[in-house]
């Protein structure tokens, strides 16, 4: 049986760590937790004596970071041997980068590091999990590697985004300013497009034919006047108007009974451009 060792007390790095292992390294996908106190080895042992017992994040070992001053972090390391056994993952390499910062602390020269927000991401969960779970470090990971399980997935479609965006992005003017027209069935193209400064973004999903339209939540926004134009255009295609005025929405996930627009992308994007 394999065991996975780590601190008591399990941090972002250490969590990650775990979930790393089991998620990419093969024959440890079933391995048991064990718990010691920081710094310390299962038994007081050679941390990296037996290969069926893995420490990370404590002992010193190959996969522990604190004997030394480098700018890394336990979830660095692995993700290095992850890397020479599955080639290079930019979505994975990207997650334990921020690992690492936090890790150093530096997440207090992140902008605006004492808004509100930041009290709802996973770090925040981790040290509230900390007080409530404090005697049970197993529940501790087993919350944390569900979270990088969704976490890892958003990676992975915002990596794919940029390279939509940059490939398949067709950028038009409206009389706000910017906008993005693509096709893609990766809706996170929308959420970063608007972060990169677009105030509106059109993604066509090229396989069922739906459409979303976007704009910045700016109240000098208003796509009334879009919404009457393509509903009068193509009756027979379902719009909805989002009671923000922000959104038109042409088909969606949570509404799969909506009829999808036949009209290609560049003619949204003209009728966009007409308002």
Known sequence: ???????????LDAITSIWLVKTFLPGWEEASLAFVPAGKSL??????????????DTAFGKFDHHQTDADTCAALLIYQEVKREHGADPA?????AVVNEIDHF??????NPTADFWNMGLVSQIDGWRLLYADNPIQIVELGMKALDGIY?????????????????????????KGLGLETINDEAVHLAQKMGYVIVVRKDPKKGYLRIKSLPKEEIDLTNLYDTLKKDEPE???????????VL?????????????????EIIEAIEKI
Do not use: Y
């Open 1 to 11: 049986m394999k065991t996975i060792v780590a601190h008591i007390g399990p941090d």
């Open 43 to 56: 038994e007081n042992k050679d941390p990296d004596s037996d290969p069926n017992i893995l420490h990370v």
């Open 92 to 96: 994975l390499e990207r997650l334990c």
């Open 106 to 111: 530096r997440e207090v020269f992140f902008p």
């Open 153 to 177: 997935k958003l990676f992975q479609n915002k990596v794919w985004a940029e390279k939509d965006i940059k490939e398949k992005g067709q950028e038009f003017t409206t009389k706000w300013g």
């Open 237 to 247: 295609a379902t719009w909805f108007l989002h009671a923000s005025r922000h959104m």
């Open 250 to 266: 042409n088909g969606s996930s949570k509404n799969p009974d909506m009829r999808p627009s036949k009209r290609p992308l560049l």
